[in-house]
C-alpha cells in the first residue's frame, strides 16, 4: 500500500505544471501548456472526403495545411452548434515521423492553471466502457475537477492509424 | 611566493606570465611552473583544463632549466597560456564543488561529463566552419602563397590546444604529428586535406569513446603510405603481389572506391586531351592516383601501389609545369588507367574466388609511365596543318587511304554523321586516332590564350532554409491575392492605385518564380553515375556499349533529381541486360558490334523529358503480349496497338514473371519504375521497333511545389484537379448519358464509351442519388494505366496554378487526394489523385 502510495506521488509529481484548460459540453478539460502551440478562431474548414467524421478537415495555418479534429466527436460527444465561443486549439504532438501539428476543435478556453502534483490523481477505472488511457490524470481544482488529457494519446498512434484505416 | 586559490587571482597571475614571456622575459617560468601545478592538483577542475595545465607545466618546466627556451617553445607556451586563461574564464567556479577524491589521476579516459560535453559541442560547431576556411587556406597554401601557409600553421598549431583543452589526448597528437610532418615537408595538401577530412567526419561523434581514440587506420589516412616504400620498395614476389590475405570488408571498399577514382581519372584525361592545361584536371589525376597510391598501399597491393607512383610521379611533374601534358602522355596514362581497371577487376574476381591473369605487359606500362616526359614531344603541328581536311589527317595517322574514300562517299550519299563516326563504327579508324585529331583541331581553332570559363559563384544555403522562403513567398503571393480579391477594393475606381497594385502582382510574381529555380539543380550528376554502371554491366556481360548523354545541364527540382536515380538505373541496366545484343548477335543483324545507350534530357512543353534510348534489339510485342494473354492480363481476341502491348511490360503481374524477362527481355521491376514516376507525378512512355532499338521516355513536371489546376467544385467543395491529367471536358447533352443496370453511367463520347464517376457520390458519406447530380460537367481524365474514365463535377470555376501543400502530418494518405492548396481566399482546397480516384469508383 505504501509503495502504490509513494508509486502515486512520484507519478503526480512528473504531471504537476501548467494546463490550458477548456470546457467540452460540460466536462472541463486541461491540455498540458508545453503542447499547446497557439490558439485560434474557428476558421472556415476544409472536409476531407472519407476521413472518420471526427477528423472537421484542414485548414491554413499561416501557409501550412494541417488536419484539424473535432474532440467532441473524438470523445464520442454529441456534435454541438458552432459558437463565437468555439475554437482551434493548435497543438504539437509527438508522433512516429516527429512532431505534428494539428488542430483540436473545443467549445470553450478557460484558463491557464498551475496544477501542483499533489492535486492530481490517477483516473479512477471505469471499467471497460470507458477508456482511460488517454487520461493524464485528474487534477483537483476546488471543488471542481478537470480531466487532464495526454494528447498525444489522444490523438497519434493507434488513433492516426484508425483515420487511415478508416478512410481506406 | 604565494600560491593563489580562487579562479579570478589564477587568471591574473597567468596572464601576467604570459605578458611577460610575449617582452621574452623567461625568469619567471619557474614560478609558472608551481602556479600550473598547483592548478593540477587543485580540486574541482575541469579534466580537460587540468591535461593542458599539465603540458604546459612541462613546457615551462623545460623553459626554467634552460633546455628548451627555443622560440616556438616559447610561443607555443603563450598559446597554451591564453587557452588555459579563456577555459579559466569559461568554467563554472571551480572549487566550489570540489572534485570527491581529488588525488585521482588522469582523466583521459574517462567519459566527458555534461559541462564537457557543451564544450566539445561548442567546439565541434565552430570547428565546422573553421575546417572549412583550413580547406581554403589549404589549397592557398598549394599555390604557394605566405598567407595559406601561415594560416595553415596557425591553425593546426590552434586545433592542437584546444584538442588538448578538450582531453582528446589522441587527436592533439595527431594533430602535432602532422605539424611536425608538415615542418620536415613530409607531408603535402593531399594529407593536409585528408586530416580536414578525417577530422570533419569525426566530429560529431567526438563524444564517444570511439570518436575520442585516434586508430593506426586514421592515422594512415592522414599519412599515406610510409613514403619508403616505393618506388624501389621490396617489390615482392610479382606474381602474388596482387594478391591480398587480410580483411576482404577493406578490400571490397577499395574495389568500389578504387573503381572511382579509375573512373574520375579517366574521366579527366579525355578532358586534358583537349585542354593540356586545365589544372583542375590535372590535379584531379593527381589525387586519385595518390588516393589509389595510398590505398593500395595499405592494402598491400604492389602492382597498383606502383603502377598508381608513376603515374602519380608524371602527373606531378605535369603539375608543376616540368611537362606539358600532350598526346603522347594522355595515351600512356589511359593505358595505366585500363591497366588498374584490369588490376582492381582481378581483385574483385578474387574476392569472387574467380581467377584471373595479371596484365602481361605492366612492367613494360611502368616503365613507360616513368620515362613518358623524356618522350618525344608530340610534333607541334604547323598552323596551316589544322586547316586541313579531316581526311587527310586521318591517312597520315596510318588510316587506309581507300577507307577515307569510302566514309566520304557515304556523306555525299547523304549520310550526315562527321566522318571520324563512320570510320570507326566501320571499324577503319581507331577512336584514339580521331579524338588526337579533333582535339588539335579544336585546340587551333581556339585562341592560344583562350581563358577558361569563368566558374560561377555559389552560396550554400540549407534546404530547409530555402524551403521556408519559397513556403513565405507562396504566402505573400497569397496574402496578395487576398488583398486583391477583397470586395473593398473592387468598388475603389483608382487608376493609380490600381497600377500600384498590379506592379506589387508582378513583383511577387517574379520573386515567386525566382523562389522556384532556388531548387533547381542540374541532372548532371545522376546521369554520371549513369556512364559507370552502363560501363560496369557491360563489361560483366561482356557486351561494347557506349553511352552518350545529352542536355546533363537540364535542371530540375531537387527532389525530382533525387528520386529519378533509382528508376533511372533500373532502365539503364534493362537497357544494357536487355535491350543491348551480344557481339555476334549484332553483327548478325547487320549492326555496328559496340551498342548505343543514349541519354537525353531536356524541357519541353512545360515539362522535362528524359530518355533513354538503346539501339538493342526493342520489345518483342509477341512475347509480351502471349504472356499478358496467359497472365489474365490482356484478352486473346482483342487487338492491341503497339503502344498499348508496350505499356504492359508495366504492368505488376507481367514484370515479375520470370519467362517473360526469358522472353521479352524487358520488365524486371517496370511497374515499381512506374510507380516511381508516377509518384513524382510523371510519366513513361516507351516507343520500340524489333530489331531496331528502345527508347523509353520520362515525362518529368518542372517543379513539384506547383502545380496547373483546374478548380472545380462539387457539393459546395471545391477540388482541384491536376491539368496535366485531365483529357478533355464536356458537358453532356441531354440523352448521351446512360445509365447501367441503374448504379452504373457512362457517357459515350464521340464513340468511345468513358465510365462516368460522381466525385460527389464518392467522397461523400451517403451513398444516394440526391438528384441533384444530373446535371454537370465531365472531366474526362486518364489514368497510369491509360483507362479513361469521366469525373462528373457540379461546375468548372477556374484554372490556376496551385502551390502544393502536404495536408497535414497525422493525416496519413487519404484516399483519392494527394494534397492540399492554399486558394485565394486563404481556405484550402484538396488536389485530386486521378488515378487513385479511378480506384476508388472500381471498387
Known amino acids: 500500500m505504501t509503495e502504490m502510495v509513494a508509486n502515486g506521488s512520484e507519478v503526480a509529481g512528473n504531471r504537476a505544471g501548467k494546463y490550458l484548460t477548456f470546457r467540452l459540453g460540460e466536462e472541463e478539460f486541461g491540455l498540458e501548456i508545453l503542447k499547446v502551440q497557439e490558439i485560434i478562431q474557428l476558421q472556415s474548414i476544409t472536409r476531407v472526403p472519407r476521413t472518420p467524421d471526427y477528423v472537421r478537415g484542414v485548414i491554413n495555418l499561416r501557409g501550412k495545411v494541417i488536419p484539424v479534429v473535432d474532440l467532441r466527436l473524438k470523445f464520442g460527444l454529441l456534435r454541438a452548434q458552432d459558437t463565437e465561443r468555439t475554437c482551434i486549439v493548435v497543438v504539437q504532438i509527438r508522433h512516429a515521423d516527429g512532431v505534428v501539428v494539428m488542430g483540436t476543435i473545443i467549445d470553450e478556453v478557460r484558463e491557464v492553471l498551475d496544477i501542483p502534483g499533489a492535486s492530481i490523481e490517477d483516473a479512477p477505472s471505469f471499467g471497460a466502457s470507458i477508456e482511460t488511457e488517454f487520461i493524464l490524470g485528474m487534477g483537483k481544482i476546488g471543488q471542481s475537477v478537470k480531466i487532464l488529457l495526454d494528447i498525444d494519446k489522444v490523438l497519434s498512434g493507434q488513433e492516426i492509424h484508425n483515420i487511415q484505416a478508416a478512410s481506406a | ?158 586545433l592542437k590546444g584546444e584538442f588538448g583543452v578538450l582531453d582528446l589526448g589522441e587527436w592533439s597528437n595527431l594533430v602535432h604529428e602532422v605539424e611536425t610532418a608538415l615542418d620536415e615537408k613530409r607531408l603535402g595538401t593531399e594529407g593536409l586535406l585528408r586530416l580536414k577530412d578525417l577530422i570533419g567526419d569525426r566530429l560529431g561523434r567526438l563524444n564517444s569513446a570511439r570518436g575520442r581514440a585516434v586508430s593506426e587506420e586514421d592515422r594512415q589516412t592522414v599519412f599515406g603510405a610510409p613514403p619508403s616504400q616505393f618506388p624501389s620498395g621490396p617489390a615482392s614476389d610479382p606474381a602474388t603481389s596482387t594478391n591480398f590475405a587480410g580483411d576482404p570488408s577493406f578490400l571490397v571498399d577499395f574495389i568500389a572506391e578504387g573503381g572511382d577514382h579509375i573512373h574520375n581519372i579517366e574521366k579527366s584525361l579525355l578532358k586534358l586531351e583537349i585542354n593540356p592545361n586545365d589544372e583542375e584536371s590535372i590535379n584531379l589525376v593527381f589525387r586519385s592516383c595518390h588516393t589509389l597510391k595510398g590505398l593500395a ?52 574476381k578474387q574476392v569472387t574466388g574467380g581467377s584471373w591473369e595479371p596484365p602481361p605487359n605492366l612492367e613494360a606500362l611502368i616503365d613507360r609511365l616513368c620515362d613518358a616526359d623524356y618522350l618525344p614531344p608530340m610534333p607541334a603541328l604547323a598552323p596551316e596543318k589544322s586547316s586541313r581536311k579531316m581526311g587527310e589527317l586521318l591517312v597520315e595517322k596510318g588510316v587506309a587511304p581507300e577507307a577515307v574514300e569510302r566514309a566520304l562517299r557515304r556523306q555525299q550519299e547523304g549520310d550526315v554523321r562527321p566522318l571520324g563516326e563512320i570510320l570507326i563504327r566501320a571499324g577503319d579508324a581507331n577512336p584514339r586516332d580521331v579524338g588526337q585529331i579533333l582535339s588539335q583541331k579544336a585546340q587551333a581553332a581556339k585562341s592560344p590564350d583562350g581563358k577558361s570559363l569563368s566558374v560561377e559563384e555559389t552560396i550554400r544555403v540549407p534546404v530547409q532554409r530555402l524551403d521556408l522562403l519559397i513556403d513565405a513567398i507562396g504566402e505573400a503571393v497569397i496574402a496578395q491575392s487576398m488583398v486583391w480579391a477583397d470586395p473593398r477594393l473592387q468598388e475603389v475606381r483608382d487608376l493609380p492605385l490600381e497600377n500600384k497594385i498590379a506592379q506589387a502582382t508582378l513583383m511577387l510574381r517574379q520573386i515567386q518564380e525566382l523562389s522556384m529555380s532556388l531548387r533547381m539543380v542540374g541532372i548532371r550528376s545522376t546521369f554520371q553515375k549513369m556512364s559507370r554502371l552502363v560501363r560496369d554491366l557491360a563489361r560483366k556481360l561482356d557486351k561494347q556499349i557506349e553511352l552518350c548523354m545529352e542536355g546533363e545541364d537540364t535542371e530540375l527540382d531537387k527532389t525530382v533529381v533525387e528520386n529519378i536515380g533509382d528508376p533511372l538505373v533500373h532502365m539503364v541496366r534493362n537497357s544494357v541486360d536487355h535491350g543491348i545484343e551480344l557481339a555476334p548477335d549484332r553483327i548478325a543483324a547487320g549492326k555496328p558490334v559496340q551498342g548505343r545507350i543514349c541519354l537525353r534530357a531536356y524541357h519541353k512543353a512545360g515539362s522535362v523529358f528524359i530518355e533513354i534510348e538503346d539501339d538493342g534489339k ?94 472545380v467544385r462539387s457539393r459546395g467543395e471545391r477540388y482541384i484537379v491536376p491539368t496535366l491529367s485531365i483529357l478533355t471536358t464536356v458537358r453532356p447533352e441531354e440523352g448521351r448519358v446512360h445509365t447501367v443496370v441503374g448504379k452504373g453511367e457512362v457517357l459515350n463520347l464521340r464513340g468511345d464509351i468513358v465510365r462516368l464517376v460522381r466525385l460527389g457520390r464518392i467522397f461523400s458519406d451517403s451513398t444516394e442519388n440526391d438528384g441533384s447530380d444530373a446535371q454537370g460537367v465531365v472531366i474526362v481524365v486518364e489514368d497510369a494505366f491509360g483507362r479513361k474514365i469521366g469525373i462528373v463535377v457540379d461546375e468548372i470555376l477556374e484554372q490556376q496554378q496551385v502551390v502544393i501543400k502536404n495536408i497535414g502530418g497525422g493525416m496519413g494518405q487519404v484516399p483519392g487526394i494527394t494534397g492540399g492548396a492554399v486558394m485565394s481566399d486563404g481556405s484550402v482546397s484538396l488536389i485530386l489523385d486521378v488515378g487513385a480516384v479511378v480506384k476508388i469508383a472500381s471498387e
Open chain 2, 297 to 348: 598501399a595499405f592494402l598491400e597491393l604492389r602492382d597498383i601501389q606502383r603502377l598508381a607512383h608513376s603515374a602519380e610521379s608524371l602527373m606531378d611533374r605535369a603539375r608543376n609545369h616540368a611537362i606539358v601534358l600532350g598526346g603522347q602522355h594522355v595515351d600512356v596514362l589511359l593505358e595505366a588507367t585500363d591497366a588498374f581497371r584490369h588490376l582492381v577487376d582481378g581483385l574483385e
Open chain 2, 1 to 158: 611566493m604565494p600560491i593563489p586559490t580562487d579562479k579570478q587571482k589564477i587568471r591574473q597571475d597567468l596572464e601576467e606570465f604570459r605578458r611577460s614571456l610575449e617582452k621574452g622575459e623567461k625568469n619567471l617560468a619557474n614560478s609558472l611552473l608551481s602556479l600550473l601545478e598547483t592548478l593540477c592538483e587543485m580540486g574541482g577542475i575541469p579534466g580537460a583544463m587540468r591535461t593542458l595545465a599539465r603540458r604546459l607545466a612541462a613546457t615551462a618546466g623545460g623553459i626554467a632549466s634552460g633546455a628548451e627556451g627555443s622560440k616556438k617553445e616559447l610561443s607555443k607556451l603563450i598559446q597554451g597560456l591564453t587557452k588555459l586563461e579563456r577555459s579559466l574564464e569559461d568554467s563554472p567556479m571551480f572549487g566550489d564543488h570540489p572534485e570527491p577524491n581529488p588525488a585521482v589521476a588522469p582523466r583521459e579516459s574517462t567519459p566527458p561529463d555534461s559541462e564537457e560535453m557543451d564544450l566539445l559541442e561548442r567546439f565541434a560547431s565552430r570547428q565546422r566552419t573553421e575546417l572549412e576556411e583550413f580547406e581554403v587556406a589549404i589549397l592557398e597554401r598549394e599555390k604557394g602563397t605566405a598567407v595559406g601557409d601561415e594560416f595553415v600553421k596557425r591553425y593546426l598549431h590552434t
Open chain 2, 618 to 711: 526493342g520489345l518483342d510485342r509477341e512475347a509480351i503480349l502471349r504472356k499478358a494473354i496467359a497472365s489474365g492480363k490482356a484478352k486473346a481476341d482483342q487487338s492491341y496497338s503497339d503502344a498499348e502491348v508496350h505499356q504492359m511490360v508495366f504492368l505488376p503481374g507481367l514484370s515479375t514473371a520470370k519467362a517473360v524477362t526469358d522472353v521479352s527481355g524487358r520488365g524486371v521491376g517496370m511497374d515499381v519504375v512506374k510507380k516511381n514516376i508516377e509518384a513524382l507525378r510523371g510519366a513513361v512512355e516507351i516507343r520500340s521497333e524489333k530489331g531496331v532499338g528502345s527508347s523509353f521516355v520520362i515525362r518529368l513536371p518542372l517543379t513539384l511545389a506547383i502545380i496547373q489546376g483546374m478548380v
